[in-house]
């Protein structure tokens, strides 16, 4: 199984939802989209709904535009390719990161992709099943 690169999801690049213990053992943990710290309970990443659906908004507005260009990008290669559709979707990163540095003062938009993968087993068993597949041929 391939592993990822523990240092990208450290704190130190901003990785959301960071989990602090202050005093008596209480957990602390940043809220994800304004940074504010709150009293973490369950699994709350935001400090309130207006916060979530912010999030939420955000990531669906940016994830339908990148959605028809990354799928063209993987399943229609050779018209994607002539497009630029790769550079493009790249460019697109880019002004999401620009928007973040103006309007959320520079803080990540995006989850931990270690959280995001543990949140989603089934994105790794697939990985698995073509790499077992080939390596037993
Ligand atoms: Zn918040």
Redesign the pocket.
Known sequence: MARLDASSASRAEGAPAGRRTSGGGRSAAC?L??G?EYERQANRE???NK?RKDWNNRRMKRGAELYDLYMAHRFDRANAQALGVFQAVNRMASNFRAEDAVERAGRRSWRATRTVLEERPYLRAVTTRMRMGRMGV
Do not use: L, R
């Open positions: 809220c989209e304004c504010a935001f400090c309130s916060c």
